[in-house]
């Protein structure tokens, strides 16, 4: 069992930037960010393996987010630039042992993102 600790999130203005960060108790094949908005279903946003050499984005979030990961802390970051208020959700890490994009099977308890018009 994989325990993810997140921090980050909060409210921001549009046009703004968040940083959010998940914390893994150990090794996986590889960690992402889901979120859920009210009303819609959790989707994949973007997810990043152990190695750091495969990454995928959401087309929603190309050129906007950015993931990366240091290892020496278990730590995988998101970095949100160019906010909008579609991206209001909450956010939450996973983990998989499976492919980048399924298997989640581990989550965070989630954080809140706000972006206010």
């Known amino acids: 069992q994989v325990q993810l600790v997140e921090s980050g999130g909060g409210l921001v203005q549009a046009g703004g930037s968040l940083r959010v960060s998940c914390t893994a108790s150990?090794?996986?094949?590889?960690l992402g960010w889901f979120r859920q908005a009210p009303g819609k279903e959790r989707e994949l946003v973007t997810a990043?393996?152990?190695?750091?050499?495969?990454?995928y984005y959401a087309d929603s979030v190309k050129g906007r987010f950015t993931i990366s990961r240091d290892n020496a802390k278990n730590t995988v970051y998101l970095q949100m630039n160019s906010l909008r208020p579609e991206d209001t959700a909450v956010y939450y890490c996973?983990?998989?042992?499976?492919?980048?994009?399924?298997?989640?099977?581990?989550w965070g308890q989630g954080t809140q993102v706000t972006v206010s018009s």
């Open positions: 996973a983990a998989t042992f499976g492919g980048l994009r399924v298997g989640y099977k581990h």
């Open positions: 990043i393996t152990w190695t750091g050499g495969s990454t």
């Open positions: 150990g090794r996986t094949y590889a």
